[in-house]
C-alpha cells in the first residue's frame, strides 16, 4: 500500500516562506498524479495544487496562483510545495494525496492514498 508521508510544516511570519514534501517508500512517484490539500479549522477540506504523472501539468488553487508552486524532485522520489508570501489565512493542515490516475485530478475523491498531514501555521 502506497503510504504518503509530509514534511516541513512548522509557523512561520506572513511573508515568509516554507516548503514542503511528499516522499514515499516503494513506489516511484513519478509514475502517479500528486495533489496537496489543506483543511483549515471549521472548513472544508479544499485542494490547494497537482501536478499530473503524464504530463506533469499543473494545477493552483486560485488564492494560491503565483504564490505557491508544485514540482517534483526526481532524485529524492519526492513531490514538492514552495509557498511564498505566506498570508494567515494558509493556516492549515496540509495533506499529501496521491491518485493511481496519471492525468491532472482536482476532485478529492479520485485520490486513493492519503498522508497524515503537517501543520502549517502563518502568524506573527
Known amino acids: 500500500q502506497l503510504q504518503p508521508v509530509e514534511s516541513g510544516g512548522g509557523l512561520v511570519q506572513p511573508g515568509g516562506s516554507l516548503r514542503l514534501s511528499c516522499t514515499t517508500s516503494?513506489?516511484?512517484?513519478?509514475?502517479?498524479?500528486v495533489g496537496w490539500f489543506r483543511q483549515a479549522p471549521g472548513k472544508e477540506r479544499e485542494l490547494v495544487s497537482a501536478?499530473?504523472?503524464?504530463?506533469?501539468?499543473?494545477h493552483h488553487e486560485n488564492s494560491v496562483a503565483g504564490r505557491f508552486i508544485i514540482g517534483r524532485d526526481n532524485a529524492k522520489n519526492a513531490v514538492y510545495l514552495q509557498m511564498n508570501n505566506l498570508r494567515p489565512e494558509d493556516t492549515a493542515v496540509y495533506y499529501c494525496?496521491?491518485?493511481?490516475?496519471?492525468?491532472?485530478?482536482?476532485?478529492?475523491?479520485?485520490?486513493?492514498?492519503w498522508g497524515q498531514g503537517t501543520q502549517v501555521t502563518v502568524s506573527s
Open positions: 494525496a496521491v491518485s493511481d490516475l496519471t492525468i491532472l485530478v482536482t476532485s478529492d475523491s479520485l485520490y486513493h492514498y
Open positions: 516503494g513506489f516511484n512517484l513519478d509514475y502517479y498524479t
Open positions: 501536478i499530473s504523472s503524464s504530463d506533469n501539468l499543473t
